[in-house]
T-cell receptor
Framework: DTGVSQDPRHKITKRGQNVTFRCDPI?????LYWYRQTLGQGPEFLTY????????KSRLLSDRFSAERPKGSFSTLEIQRTEQGDSAMYLC?????????????FGSGTRLTVV | QQPVQSPQAVILREGEDAVINCSSS?????VHWYRQKHGEAPVFLMILLKGGEQKGHEKISASFNEKKQQSSLYLTASQLSYSGTYFC????????FGIGTKLQVIP
């Protein structure tokens, strides 16, 4: 069990560019979650998958954000036409069961800086 | 809707106790507690399910009162390693996190 892996750890991009992040969950976990965290705040929910199905997407998420989990294993989060307000830590988490029954294992995150 | 945590920050000396509260305006079915150290990812501590149960992790325990829609985290005989930000999370299909309580334990 290597835990949840996220790549890259850091990303600096110019405003208007597209970025893509990758998350590799714990292999036997069928649920995968994306959160965003800014300084002094708790993780903010973005979207989650059960296997390859995207079951919920935050209403706060603009259509510049898209996520996929094509084969029910790794997931990607893409941000198009980045804005300075997108600067944050993007966290991925996975779980074996629904949140009502078990906790999440988080990855170390991808820190995005938009300049 | 985001749960409300209190206090927002607390400073303890080693060996002292603390309580962190988490409340929700919506009915609670289960509550998660996490600890996040500076520059690291949140780490799951425990889950509380309906039934008013208490659970423990090291010298950290928690209670859950679904009638009052509240959960509390108890840290007893605090150690330097307990420093960090504690988040509660209310669960409905996914976890919605509170703003966090920053805990600092000093010698």
């Amino acid at each position: 069990d290597t835990g949840v892996s996220q790549d890259p750890r850091h990303k600096i991009t110019k405003r208007g560019q597209n970025v893509t992040f990758r998350c590799d969950p714990i292999s036997e976990h069928n649920r995968l979650y994306w959160y965003r965290q800014t300084l002094g705040q708790g993780p903010e929910f973005l979207t989650y998958f059960q296997n390859e199905a995207q079951l919920e997407k935050s209403r706060l998420l603009s259509d510049r954000f898209s996520a996929e989990r094509p084969k029910g294993s790794f997931s990607t989060l893409e941000i198009q036409r980045t804005e300075q307000g997108d600067s944050a830590m993007y966290l991925c988490a996975s779980s074996l069961a629904a949140g009502e029954m078990g906790g999440y294992t988080f990855g170390s995150g991808t820190r995005l800086t938009v300049v | 809707q985001q749960p409300v945590q209190s206090p927002q920050a607390v400073i303890l000396r080693e060996g002292e106790d603390a309580v962190i509260n988490c409340s929700s305006s919506k009915a609670l079915y289960s509550v998660h507690w996490y600890r996040q150290k500076h520059g690291e990812a949140p780490v799951f501590l425990m889950i509380l399910l309906k039934g008013g149960e208490q659970k423990g992790h090291e010298k950290i325990s928690a209670s859950f009162n679904e009638k009052k829609q509240q959960s509390s985290l108890y840290l007893t005989a605090s150690q330097l390693s307990y420093s960090g930000t504690y988040f509660c999370g209310t669960v409905y299909q996914k976890v919605t996190f509170g703003i966090g309580t920053k805990l600092q334990v000093i010698p």
